[in-house]
C-alpha cells in the first residue's frame, strides 16, 4: 500500500459506486493503493465497511457511505458525503450495475426502470452533482463501467443491452460538454468478469457456475477477466497519465464461444 503522497493517484478523493464486492471493490482497493482517497459507496453496509476497513488498516484513506443509486436524494447526499469528509472530489466511477434477463416483450416495465435507473439514471443523477464540485476543483474525471454488451446485443437482455447503450451516449456527450472545465469522462466495458456475484447469479438462473471455468478454458489466455484487470484501466483514467484522455471507450474482453 502507498501512501496519498505517493502512487499514481496520489491524494486524488475518488468516489466508486458498487464498491462493496466484485469489480466495485477490486477498483477501490486498488485506487486506494495507489494512493488515492477512496469513498467506498453501496447498498450491503456490512461488506462496504469490512472493504473501508481493509483499505485503513493496509495504511490507505477510506470511507464507506451508503446508497442506493437509484435514488435521487440518496445520489445527491453521497456526492455531497465525500465531499464534505475528504474536503474534495475529483473522480467519480459509477460501477454499480442491474441486470435482468428478458426481452421486450416478457421484460416487465417495473424490471425495465429498475434496469436503466440503475444503470443510466443513477450516472446523470450522480453526475449533476458531482460536476460542479469538480467545476470548483479544477477537474476531475468520471469513469463509467459499462459492458461488451454496449455493442455487443445479446438476447434476453434487452433492458440490460438498452442501458450501457445509452450510458455510452451519455458519456461521450458529458465527454463533449465539459471538456472545457478539464472534466474527462470515458467509459470501461469489461467482457466477462469471474467474480463471486456472477457465480451466484448463475445459479439463481438455474446453471451451473462451472460455466465460468468453461468459458476460461475456452479463452485464448486461459482465464477470465478478474476485477484487478478492470481495476488498472481504472486507475489509468483517474490518474494524470490520461489527462488527455476523454469521450474514450475502453473495451476489455474477447469473445468466447459461450453464450449465457
Known sequence: MTTTESGRVAGKVCLVTGGTSGIGEGIARH???EGARVVVAG??????????????????????????????GQCERLVEGAHEHFGRLYSLVHNAGLSRRGTVIDTSL??????????VTAAFLLAKSAIPLMQAGGGGSIVHIGSAHTALPKRNM??????????????????????GDRIR????NPGWVDTPGERELLTNLGQSPD??????????????????????????LVSDESQLVTGSVFDIHHEHPLVV
Not at 447498498?43 to 443509486?69: H, S
Not at 469522462?185 to 470501461?188: A, E, F, L
Open 211 to 236: 460455466v465460468l471455468d468453461m468459458a476460461a478454458r475456452a479463452n485464448p489466455f486461459g482465464r477470465l477477466l478478474s476485477p484487478q484487470d478492470i481495476a488498472v484501466f481504472v486507475t489509468y
Open 110 to 119: 417495473a424490471d425495465w426502470h429498475e434496469v436503466l435507473d440503475t444503470n
Open 185 to 188: 469522462v470515458n467509459v470501461v
Open 158 to 179: 434487452a433492458a440490460y443491452c438498452a442501458s450501457r447503450g445509452a450510458l455510452l451516449m451519455l458519456s461521450r456527450q458529458m465527454a463533449v460538454e465539459y471538456i
Open 31 to 33: 485506487l486506494a493503493a
Open 43 to 72: 447498498r450491503r453496509v456490512a461488506l462496504g465497511e469490512q472493504v473501508a476497513a481493509d483499505i485503513v488498516a493496509a495504511g490507505g484513506q477510506a470511507i464507506f457511505l451508503p446508497v442506493d443509486v437509484t435514488d435521487a
